[in-house]
């Protein structure tokens, strides 16, 4: 048995191999191929624009997919959808569809659109946003460098953003947000009936979901005395309990807990003072709750 999975090329890439490695999956590109190595016998690859994968994966080309909600919402892709997955090529959150204006524009919101050219990839969603509105104005496809367009060959665009750094050194201003989106994992319909590939699906999810949920958090573990154990683990937030062990030294226990990164660099000081010793950090791989 073979489960077919799409990777989406381009901005993902990088960050989705990145995540499948933490996963426990190794994948390799060969220069100018398309197709992986996975090392896993049961998995056969393709990298493709994240664009096309809704598509391939409802026609059934391939099993399952990576890609961004906005495609799926985009083509009205019939398809399974598995998992969300909160992370983006710079970073763990999703990006955003907005309309973008230059700074010199009389247009201040979504009603001042009316009769005017919008330049957008998101053609159908853009239209079907803008009906549900009651505002006509015309949508045409953008094959790139969109953020040029305006004010020359187009009154405004509806561009995809993380940080909205690039709408800014193209003198764009923000109008209005149209769709939030985020990296999710998609099925087959048929493939995600089939007893085998549903299983198989789900186990690389959950790989996929520890391993990002890895990405915030490391691992503490310290040697305190039982007489402060009590004021140590005040201080320590946690997925549930901290692990704690008995030492060779009776008056002593070990403890272990998995915190978020962000406030480590707050708590060891305080750890330390409240009585805790040998204080270890540790980057994770995989959390599973």
């Known amino acids: 048995m073979k489960l077919r999975i799409g990777f989406p090329k381009g901005s993902l890439q990088e960050q989705t191999f990145r995540l499948f490695k933490n996963a426990g999956f190794s994948i390799k590109l060969p220069e100018r191929s398309y197709v992986p190595i996975i090392d896993d016998s049961e998995l056969e690859g393709l990298v493709i624009r994240a664009q096309e994968i809704p598509r391939y994966v409802e026609n059934g080309i391939l099993d399952v997919g990576i890609t961004g909600l906005d495609w799926v919402l985009e083509q009205e892709a019939k398809v399974v959808e598995v998992e969300r997955l909160k992370y983006g090529k710079v970073g763990f959150k999703g990006v955003k569809w907005v309309v973008a204006v230059p700074y010199s524009s009389p247009i201040n919101s979504l009603e001042d659109l009316r009769g005017k050219k919008i330049a957008t990839e998101l053609v159908n969603f853009t239209k079907k946003y803008l009906k549900k509105r ?137 750890l330390k003072r409240a009585g805790a010793q040998g204080i270890v950090e540790y980057p994770l791989n995989k959390v599973i709750p």
Do not use: C, Q
């Not at 800014?168 to 048929?190: D, M, P, W």
């Not at 310290?222 to 309990?241: A, G, Q, R, W």
């Open 134 to 270: 009651g505002i006509e104005a015309i949508v045409e496809f953008s094959w790139g460098a969109t953020e040029v367009k305006p004010p020359l060959l187009a009154d405004a665009i509806v561009e995809v953003t993380e940080t909205g750094s690039s709408l800014k050194a193209h003198n764009l201003r923000i109008v209005e947000t149209v769709l939030e989106s985020e990296t999710v994992v998609i099925a087959n319909r048929a493939s995600w009936k089939d007893e085998w590939k549903k299983r198989k699906i789900e186990n690389i999810v959950m790989l996929l979901r520890g391993a990002l949920l890895a990405e915030e958090k490391v691992g503490l573990k310290m040697n305190v005395p039982k007489k402060k154990l009590e004021k140590v683990t005040k201080i320590l937030p946690s997925l549930h309990t901290p692990t704690i062990s008995n030492l060779y030294d009776k008056d002593w226990v070990a403890v272990e807990v998995i915190v978020d990164e962000k406030v480590v660099r707050e708590i060891i000081p305080e």
